[in-house]
């Protein structure tokens, strides 16, 4: 299957899915990973009156985390899959609620830019009935109107944009680290070692062992540990999750007009197939972020060597100098080499171990997930508990009987 980051295919029917048993109130559940995925269904978890243990091995948002950059860009337009279009609703209705309750700025609505280089955009188009159906609506402007508004922005060779209001950016780090402090506020217990399973045994998992040489058990585990997943399980997901390496970079606005450049949307270089140029240029003041979404090579997410590639560096250059030129010589700042954790087809991973229904995984973010933590945590939650089936579209039997 493909690797894509825009277009996880439609659901697919599947057979398979397993009983989950009921989990009581106040049953202990651990939860290991505190990015994105992990952090918030383990607060949601202990919202619903769980006894939650959460493990990381590096901390909430750490450098080597999928989470652990700066920003990560939150947007409407999911093609035509509307699971994922209803998940970014649920999601960014959370972003607003739980960033006015901790009194913390997590969200930057600036809106996303899709700069078109074809008068139809299929994948935009696609999301068009689902946004009416919320009463939303995208801006489509000419590139004449667009030239005139952005004119940080060369124009020449594209057919227009649309701008994605409700969408902007999201500060990554400092939101894992804003929902593991809500957690512990909550009374969930946090505790900072690596976390490896003990051997199944009689249909369950029966305890993580810490790098501190102590036992923790319960009786539910969570493993939502990104990239490491594969190499955690390695009979189940060595050939589910695959991290490959990728680049960010941020570079030096011009002094005297920094303020305006950080104030442009995100834009997304879009209409030339899978591999495209994005960008948030409002990154925490780290500069003008740029990447270039094209996997990258497999890598293991705590030994990869994450200084920048200076061909890669060079390719981003060429592209900043032809689409924003007061940029083109502007100085690199800052990079970061993170990993995209793919499940094969893009789509999410929520679903229990085939030997043991109390051991589960949550992962396969595919380049995708950061957006959806808040909501994603609160539907994991649920059935993790047993409160809801799997979802077919995140179960591992689609994978396995595709
Ligand atoms: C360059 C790049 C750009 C992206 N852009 C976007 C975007 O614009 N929008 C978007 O929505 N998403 C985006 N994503 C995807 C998104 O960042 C990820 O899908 C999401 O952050 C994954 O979160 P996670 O919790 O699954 O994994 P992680 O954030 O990697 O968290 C896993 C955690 O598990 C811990 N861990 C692992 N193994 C163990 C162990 N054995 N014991 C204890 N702890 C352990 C790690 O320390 C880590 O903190 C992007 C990703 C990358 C790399």
Redesign the pocket.
């Known amino acids: 299957m493909e690797i894509r980051?825009f277009a996880p295919p439609s659901e697919r029917p599947v057979v398979l899915l397993k009983a989950v048993p009921l989990l009581k109130a106040k049953s202990e559940i651990v939860v290991?990973?505190?990015?994105?995925?992990?952090?918030?269904t383990a607060l949601h978890l202990q919202l619903l009156g769980y006894r939650v243990t959460l493990?990381?091995?590096?901390?909430?948002?750490?450098s080597?985390?999928?989470?652990?950059?700066e920003?990560?860009?939150?947007?409407s337009t999911y093609g035509s899959n509307e699971t994922y279009f209803d998940l970014n609703r649920r999601a960014w209705q959370l972003w607003q609620n739980y960033e006015a309750l901790w009194g913390v700025k997590l969200l930057h609505r600036t809106g996303v830019l899709w700069l078109c280089y074809q008068p139809e955009v299929p994948f935009i188009d696609a999301t068009l009935p689902y946004m009416k159906k919320h009463g939303l609506s995208y801006e489509y402007i000419s590139a004449d109107e667009a030239r005139y508004r952005y004119p940080q922005i060369f124009f020449d060779d594209l057919h227009h944009a649309v701008l994605d209001r409700e969408a902007g950016?999201?500060m990554?780090r400092e939101g894992?680290k804003a929902v593991v402090a809500a957690f512990i506020q909550a009374g969930g217990h946090y505790i900072q070692?690596?976390?490896?399973p003990l051997p199944i045994k009689n249909g369950q998992l029966p305890g993580?062992v810490?790098?501190t040489g102590s036992i923790v058990q319960a009786q539910a585990y969570v493993?939502?540990?990104?990239?490491?997943?594969g190499?955690?399980f390695p009979e189940i997901l060595g050939n589910v999750i695959t991290a490959t390496r990728?680049?960010?970079y941020y570079f030096g606005m011009p002094e005297a007009h920094a303020a305006a450049w950080e104030a442009l949307p995100?834009w997304i270089d879009w209409s030339r197939g899978e591999e495209f140029f994005?960008g948030?240029p409002g990154s925490g003041y780290r500069g003008f972020k740029v990447?270039y979404?094209k996997r990258g090579e497999i890598i293991h997410?705590?030994h990869m060597d994450r200084q920048p590639t200076a061909s890669l560096v060079e390719q981003s250059r060429r592209f900043l100098a032809h689409r924003f030129p007061a940029m083109a010589h502007a100085p690199l700042v800052e990079a970061?080499v993170?990993?995209?954790?793919n499940s094969p087809d893009g789509n999410?991973i929520l679903d229990c171990h085939p030997e043991a229904n109390n051991c589960w995984f949550?992962?396969?973010?595919?380049?995708?997930?950061?957006?959806?933590?808040p909501a994603l945590g609160e539907w994991a939650a649920q059935i993790i508990t047993g409160a809801k089936p799997i979802e077919t579209l995140f179960s591992l039997a689609r994978i396995t009987t595709a």
């Not at 080597?64 to 950059?69: E, F, I, P």
């Not at 920003?71 to 947007?75: D, G």
């Not at 493993?223 to 997943?229: M, R, S, Y």
Request: charged share 15%.
């Open positions: 980051t290991v990973g505190a990015g994105a995925f992990g952090g918030w493990i990381d091995a590096f901390g909430p948002g750490n080597r985390s999928s989470s652990g950059d920003t990560r860009v939150i947007r950016y999201l990554a894992c070692a690596q976390a490896l993580v810490l790098s493993w939502a540990c990104g990239a490491w997943l190499y955690l990728q680049e960010v995100v994005y948030i990447a979404d997410p705590t970061r993170c990993q995209y954790e999410f949550l992962g396969g973010g595919s380049g995708h997930g950061y957006k959806h933590g």
